[in-house]
């Protein structure tokens, strides 16, 4: 199957500063790529649509001035946890479609302290 | 407020016992994927239904998407210790462009 790759796959951050997460399709090119939070034995929430070339689709209560996310590439979309605090700590996942089919990520852990 | 409710959310069961997990929803979806999440990691996708009535087996999982392409189950005969995982269902909307993900399901097989 496709590959999609996360990095970091762990971080931990000062409570003010902001955070970097790098979502890479290795063998396509994925226009839309989908970003997700989970929460410790909870399912998968989604955050936001990221489009190649233009913004970002924000799901109903996520605030897009802190959960900035740049979609510069076909391969590539990050995430950016801006001023984190302890309760942005979470599990964030990226994917991207291959035709009917979503790829995942292996997920980043964000702890912020 | 969850699109897709799983049922049940916890399940521990002996090794060679049989069970069923259920994904119910009020909505329609394009199609419906069947993902194993381990702890730390992205979810991996088991099978992916995209016929209402449709069955997929794989191995000893087998798979049912609804008529009305709103519910799905999965069923797991034989379990084994391997088997432990979050199960997740996941529903795809506005032309297999999002997936909506279900509340999930925690099997634990015990040896």
């Known amino acids: 199957g496709a590959v999609v790759s996360q990095h970091p796959s762990w971080v931990i951050c000062k409570s003010g500063t902001s955070v970097k997460i790098e979502c890479r399709s290795l063998?396509?090119?994925?226009?839309?790529m989908f970003w997700y939070r989970q929460f410790p034995k909870q399912s998968l929430m989604l955050m936001a649509t990221?489009?190649?070339?233009?913004?970002?689709?924000?799901e109903q209560g996520v605030e897009k001035d802190k959960f900035l996310i740049n979609h510069a590439s076909l391969t590539l979309s990050t995430l950016t946890v801006t001023s984190a605090h302890p309760e942005d700590s979470s599990f964030y996942i990226c994917?991207?479609?291959?035709?009917?089919?979503?790829?995942f990520g292996q997920g980043t852990r964000l702890t912020v302290v | 407020t969850q699109l897709l409710e799983q049922s049940p959310q916890f399940l521990s069961i002996q090794e060679g016992e049989n069970l069923t997990v259920y994904c119910n929803s009020s909505?329609?979806?394009?199609?419906l994927q069947w993902y194993r999440q381990e702890p730390g990691e992205g979810p991996v996708l088991l099978v992916t239904?995209?016929?209402?009535?449709e069955v997929k087996k794989l191995k000893r999982l087998t798979f049912q998407f609804g008529d009305a392409r709103k519910d799905s189950s999965l069923h797991i005969t034989a379990a084994q210790t391997g088997d432990t995982g979050l199960y997740l269902c996941?529903?795809?909307?506005?032309?297999?462009?999002?997936?909506?993900f279900g509340s999930g399901t925690k099997l634990n097989v015990k040896p």
């Open positions: 994917s991207a479609n291959l035709g009917t089919e979503a790829f």
């Open positions: 063998d396509f090119q994925a226009t839309t």
């Open positions: 990221s489009n190649e070339g233009s913004k970002a689709t924000y």
């Open positions: 909505s329609v979806f394009s199609s």
């Open positions: 239904v995209v016929t209402g009535g």
């Open positions: 996941a529903g795809a909307k506005d032309n297999f462009n999002k997936f909506y």
